[in-house]
């Protein structure tokens, strides 16, 4: 099983329409999950990070499910600013050393 | 501004040539990493420093070498031992890499084409 796990998409929908991304991890001692959106040749940027409670921000919703160890995130009201490329990001635990495990990405395309 | 800076932003390098790239961060972070993309792939850690004067390897260190004499910087050295370098290059920082590894901030990237 890959570290990080996400579907490649594309997701196309239209302005408006809500998404939902999945991303499954292997290592269960993982503490940090993070998603980060990274716009096309530019650096990632941290979107959000994701809470046991699961967590809002505006029209983003995060989600942990550790027994089954996947994280979401969901985006309601899709507006074309949204179109990017979707991280997840998930830390991984050598020894006392946390180093973030980073998935290829989910890319969404929203159109008018 | 605080952030982290990234110089050059597009570079070029002949075959057998060693070139360093650059990173400086004023967030008074201790930790620092570089990273690197290749299209259609996730980002792969290349080295990592969790305090000034040490560093460790990440899990694609070969043809690489870091150093880190100062807190704000951590340049990067490709050498003429990376079979593949041509790829975007980012580094980023954090306030520590601990167990529950904290959220890192990335510069703007250095995009590099072997010629």
């Known amino acids: 099983r890959k570290e990080v796990e996400q579907d490649p998409g594309p997701f196309n929908v239209p302005e408006g329409a809500t998404v939902a991304f999945n991303c499954t991890y292997s290592?269960?001692?993982?503490?940090?999950f993070f998603w980060y959106r990274q716009d096309c040749r530019k650096e990632p940027k941290l979107l959000m990070s994701v809470y046991s409670s699961g967590n809002e921000d505006g029209r983003f919703t995060a989600q942990l499910n550790r027994a089954s160890q996947y994280i979401s995130l969901l985006i309601r009201d899709s507006k074309l600013s949204d179109s990017a490329t979707y991280l997840c990001?998930?830390?991984?635990?050598?020894?006392?050393?946390?180093?973030?495990?980073f998935g290829k990405g989910t890319k969404l395309s929203v159109k008018p | 501004d605080g952030g982290i800076t990234q110089s050059p932003k597009y570079l070029f390098r002949k075959e057998g040539q060693n070139v360093t790239l650059s990173c400086e961060q004023n967030l008074n972070h201790d930790a620092m990493y570089w990273y690197r993309q290749d299209p259609g792939q996730g980002l792969r850690l290349i080295y990592y420093s969790q305090i000034v004067n040490d560093f460790q390897k990440g899990d694609i260190a070969e043809g690489y070498s870091v150093s880190r004499e100062k807190k704000e910087s951590f340049p990067l050295t490709v050498t003429s031992a990376q079979k593949n370098p041509t790829a975007f290059y980012l580094c980023a920082s954090s306030r520590t890499s601990g167990g529950a590894a904290d959220t890192q901030y990335f510069g703007p990237g250095t995009r590099l084409t072997v010629l």
């Open positions: 290592n269960s001692a993982s503490q940090s």
């Open positions: 990001v998930v830390n991984m635990i050598k020894g006392s050393q946390g180093n973030l495990i």
